[in-house]
């Protein structure tokens, strides 16, 4: 006897704790949804920081394209000058080819410093564009804006900056 009434007992528990889940999931999905603030570097938060116009946003929406298109150009490169460079070390395992495993690193090494001067440059230039179209209240805000989520100003533009960034010596050769 005492043995079913501590089954009773235990199905009473279960089921008790299996109640006050659906009750909890019932009640949970009947609440409002709390909004979820977006995120920093979102682009309609900042058109909203800046109180941008409808022209101005379609501006902002172009220069910023191009700069994602550049960036995605920068490292599917920087990929293929990985993937390269691991080729050739594999082919230079013995001790004797140690100095030509230094020079494929250093011209990779070349490669993505080259890759992340013109990643940075064309983002100064976005930066430089964006500023031009800004009124000086939404130019202010803007600077601010950069100061807090890049953590760096971009550097001045220069016209040349883009153009010293020259393809390696090996890269003009194989072509």
């Not at 220069?63 to 594999?90: L, M, P, Y």
């Not at 890049?150 to 050769?173: D, L």
Request: glycine content about 4%; proline content about 6%; overall charge positive.
């Amino acid at each position: 006897m005492k043995r079913h009434g501590t089954r009773v007992l235990m199905f009473a528990v279960f089921a008790l704790t299996l109640s006050a889940g659906v009750v909890a999931g019932l009640l949970a999905s009947r609440m409002p949804a709390k909004p979820v603030p977006a995120a920093p570097a979102d682009a309609s938060s900042l058109a909203d920081a800046l109180q941008l116009a409808p022209g101005q946003r379609e501006q902002m929406r172009q220069i910023w394209e191009g700069v994602r298109d550049t960036a995605n150009d920068c490292s599917t490169q920087a990929q293929k000058f990985k993937d390269q460079r691991d080729d050739d070390v594999q082919a230079l395992l013995p001790d004797e080819k140690k100095a030509a495993y230094r020079d494929i690193q250093q011209a990779y090494d070349t490669h993505c410093a080259a890759l992340k001067v013109r990643r940075e440059a064309e983002f100064d230039k976005a930066v430089e564009r964006t500023k031009q179209m800004l009124n000086p209240g939404q130019r202010d805000k803007y600077e601010q804006i950069l100061k807090s989520r890049v953590g760096r100003e971009p550097a001045p533009t220069h016209a040349t900056a883009h153009e010293q960034v020259a393809a390696p010596p090996e890269a003009a050769a194989a072509q």
